[in-house]
DNA sequence: ACAAAAGTGTTGAGAGTACACCCATGC
DNA sequence: GCATGGGTGTACTCTCAACACTTTTGT
């Protein structure tokens, strides 16, 4: 039931898309940014994103931008926040969507792509100074994935289809930013009963007993309680 | 540092906000719909809202919008999504980033509209079948509000300056849709140490035992912990 | 044998939950 | 004096938090 009646003023704006793309790389959680080569911040490190095209929903306008920016398939992407300010662009009145993406790093690939000269890994504790008011995104990113996994197993996202529990506990703690008793995390996320023993070992070449290897039960995000997997804020 | 350079291909979008507006009224939580006269949804009940302005931020559109329609001053109002689905609005290419407000029923009045002809609230237990994906927004906003009593004072903005333990009680069980303990409420709030005894008792006329008067320590809306004020979902 | 990470239980404190009766007032 | 909502305390349960030693492997 598509109408042919356009506002009567004009009301158009630009709206774009950007994503904070998250990993967990050496240990550290670190954010994708790319070396912006064309605007006024040519050389300036910013989100990928770019603009929605009027034939696709915005939540596809940031699927493309990823896909372009790195040939990641299946990714976990969710909405974050509109930024709506008539100054946060200095090339004029862009609104932009902000989404927020996890990677495992051992499926990634970055992708050559014609208008950024770069790609590169930053840990979220040693960002450059980066373009428009990405910093803030970023922050509000890491604000909210910090409190989803408390409450998700968004977690998951961030890790290889096996894994040992240590590294589960070390993801939880690089997100966190805190160490974690082994023993009450064991115990909490086995009695939360998303976790399946593989059967399989894993033997990394180490001096040291060999870890069990778990998958989840469940390949979705899903919510657990209110209360909290981990850590009360 | 504004800089004349427009993007290249015209990526322009139209942009509204829609405000999902919030009041306990008769003892339900309801919603503010308007009843459109102009486009193909004319008769049809929506959200208040309109295009966002090239000069203001999205905010300030939200807050326009929600003074235009009701004549409040000082509402709470926070984002909540943006739905950028093509076909959501049969005008055509309209992106539309939502807002929930909770105003406090006392102190409101309906202001005369030119562009609406009427404007009402709904229990959101019986909502008019409203134009667009309102009802999606409407459940998003309800979501979040459940949510938010939780961890948050946010409940606090439906409510007059001083009131009774009873009446904060009920807007709880109003929003969560659930009966909750009157001595473990009581409790509850009363360790939280967010409530200030006014010394003022309320008698409302019935045959019944006057009720302390209490008010806001912090007028704002302060997060208190992730565990759930009240209920643990 | 030793270095390094894996794996494993118990106890005490605090918060949450369930529950019933007296009080002050208007009519 | 009675009907109506206001106001109050305790006991049980469960979850959270703190804490240290043995096991398995590679070198």
Known sequence: MRVAQAPKLDHSLAVTV???????WEKKLAVLLVRRIKDPFSGVWALPGGFVRKDESVD???L???Q???SVSRV???????????DRDPRGRIITVSYYALINWENFQLRAKADTSE????????LPKPAFDHREIIRYALERLQHKVNYTTICFQLLPKEFTLSELQQAYEIILHQKLDKRNFRKKMIQLHI?????????DGGPQRPAKLYSFT???????QEKGIIVPF
């Open 18 to 24: 950007d994503v904070v793309l998250f990993t967990i």
């Open 60 to 62: 596809e306008a940031a």
């Open 64 to 66: 493309r931008e990823l």
């Open 68 to 70: 372009e920016e790195t």
């Open 76 to 86: 976990y992407l969710e909405q974050l926040y509109t930024f709506g300010d008539p």
């Open 119 to 126: 790609a590169k890994w930053f840990p979220v504790q040693k």
């Open 195 to 203: 976790l399946k023993d593989t059967g399989g070992m894993k033997t």
């Open 218 to 224: 469940d390949v979705r995000v899903v919510k657990l």
